[in-house]
């Protein structure tokens, strides 16, 4: 089965054909085989709805329950290496000791408690500067609230288009916490432990199987319809294009499930993430009142 598979790629690589979409009938007619074979014969296997939606997994396999349980990427054959183009970059906010690990140096080793992953001269810096040290929380959110500001990003656009950002720190401390506490508020938010995810702006409303079928937004009743009798009401034209990574969250989101039937959870969940944009929003507006102001005076590292 597979020594079939790998022969049918590489002769659609030899081709010449660099398009990914090239490979997903085969690839897709190998894990279905492979599916039958493990005696998993609920397991569904789709490939992405628009082929224009890159940086989308090319696959997603459902449970037959309507619940997604992996993603595949497709890659050609004749790329090697593939960090080199689904590179990603994680920054801890602590760093957290190997307890099993022996090298020449372990006895040395100062401590065995977590660690801030990071560096002592900011810490420093913002000491000095602020009379108290802050905690590496309040700097996480700090600098969240900073990437959520839309003057941030414009201001800095070409820049972030080619390096990581810069995160200018404010000296006046009394801006400091107020952005960090916008920044804890979004942080929330998107972790979906908000306490303002409680009194939802959306409701799921209509009669039907609650089947995803036809999704489209009506911007005079405020409504996202996912066929013709059912839709979520309460959904603003600004949350319902919101953006996060190129996609529409509140658009996206339904894609994905297109077919599919919403259980009570993904309703909830759906409601919720709504929310979430919306105050998402809001929120940005607050920060980009004082973005400026905080920008006016920084610390120099």
Not at 56 to 69: C, M, S, T, Y
Not at 168 to 193: C, I, V
Not at 244 to 253: A, E, F, L, S, T
Request: aromatic share 12%; proline share 4%.
């Amino acid at each position: 089965m597979l020594k079939s598979y790998l022969k049918k790629i590489f002769k659609i690589a030899n081709q010449g054909d660099a398009r990914e979409e090239s490979y997903y009938s085969t690839l897709e007619a190998f894990l279905k085989e492979a599916v039958k074979s493990f005696g998993k014969q609920k397991i569904h296997i789709t490939t992405l709805p628009k082929s224009t939606e890159a940086g989308n997994p090319d696959f997603r396999i459902w449970d037959g329950k309507q619940h997604i349980v992996g993603y595949i990427e497709a890659k050609a054959p004749t790329i090697e290496n593939l960090d080199l183009i689904e590179r990603s970059y994680l920054f801890p906010l602590y760093l957290y000791p190997d307890p099993d690990q022996k090298d020449l140096f372990s006895h040395l080793k100062e401590s065995k408690e977590r660690k801030p992953n990071i560096s002592k001269k900011i810490f420093s810096a913002l000491s000095e500067t602020y009379k108290t040290k802050p905690s590496p929380e309040d700097i996480f959110y700090y600098i969240y609230a900073v990437f959520y500001s839309d003057t941030f990003r414009t201001k800095y656009a070409e820049f972030l288009k080619t390096d990581f950002p810069r995160v200018p720190f404010t000296k006046d401390k009394s801006l400091f916490k107020k952005l960090a506490e916008y920044g804890k508020r979004l942080a929330d938010l998107h972790l979906m432990q908000s306490p303002e995810l409680d009194s939802p702006v959306a409701k799921f409303q209509g009669t039907g199987d609650k089947r995803v079928d036809k999704i489209k937004y009506d911007k005079e009743g405020k409504r996202v319809c996912i066929n013709n009798d059912q839709y979520f009401e309460g959904v603003e034209e600004n949350v319902c294009q919101y953006q996060i990574g190129g996609y529409q969250v509140c658009n996206k989101w339904l894609k994905d499930r297109k077919g599919k039937v919403l259980s009570l959870d993904d309703i909830k969940h759906y409601c919720k993430v709504a929310t979430a944009i919306k105050h998402t929003i809001n929120i940005q507006k607050s920060i980009d009142e004082i973005y400026n102001e905080a920008e006016k005076d920084l610390i120099d590292f």
